[in-house]
């Protein structure tokens, strides 16, 4: 078997958006569960986009991290604040396609909020994804960033932010997974929705 560095990089990028805060999905994918889930599949880097109010988590992970709670199975784990410009880049290395995806580090490095370049990994198995080099993008049910995924064509698992009003995320997650869209994630089975 190839070691990670021989192998192509496999991206999982997860984000929550520019408006509303998301901690529970960046407490799940910050998970030894999920983190154990990704390695299962050989993906070799996790990318966040957190929003302000999440990095305290990320922050969390670090510590726990550094004091052993947490083995990030060879995963480069990297995290950065919204970007004005954008998150193209980062769904591009999620679609295995000239994106941000520079694996340097120690395998297991936790960039801190506003380190703009990085990537992480999922189950491209998630949606069916046949390219080895394909990851998938896991975000909330935020339009801009749905649009985005699909018109690049990256495999897309959506978790709704049920905490919002009128629980509007969870309706269009239901209908993108409905036409095939999307894998409709969800927060109490994050791990099982990268499997489906």
């Known amino acids: 078997m190839a070691t990670k560095s021989a192998q192509q990089k496999r991206v999982c990028f997860v984000t929550v958006g520019a408006t509303a805060s998301f901690d529970d999905l960046i407490e799940a994918v910050l998970s030894q569960v999920f983190l154990d889930a990704l390695a299962a599949v050989d993906y070799t880097q996790l990318l966040i986009q957190h929003g302000r109010d999440t990095r305290r988590a990320v922050e969390r992970f670090h510590e726990e991290r550094e004091r052993g709670q947490i083995d990030t199975r060879g995963i480069t784990v990297r995290a950065f604040a919204f970007s004005e410009t954008g998150l193209s880049q980062q769904m ?99 791990v099982k929705s990268s499997d489906a």
């Open 92 to 190: 591009r290395a999620a679609k295995g396609v000239d994106g941000v995806a520079d694996g340097d580090g120690d395998g297991g490095g936790v960039a801190g909020a506003g380190a703009g370049a990085g990537a992480g990994a999922l189950c491209a198995a998630a949606t069916g994804a046949a390219a080895a080099a394909e990851g998938v993008v896991i975000s909330h049910a935020g339009t801009g960033c749905i649009l985005d995924a699909l018109r690049l064509e990256v495999p897309l698992i959506v978790v709704p932010n049920t905490s919002l009003l009128d629980n509007h995320q969870l309706e269009l997650a239901e209908e993108l997974a409905r036409h095939g869209y999307a894998v409709h994630g969800d927060l109490r089975c994050i």
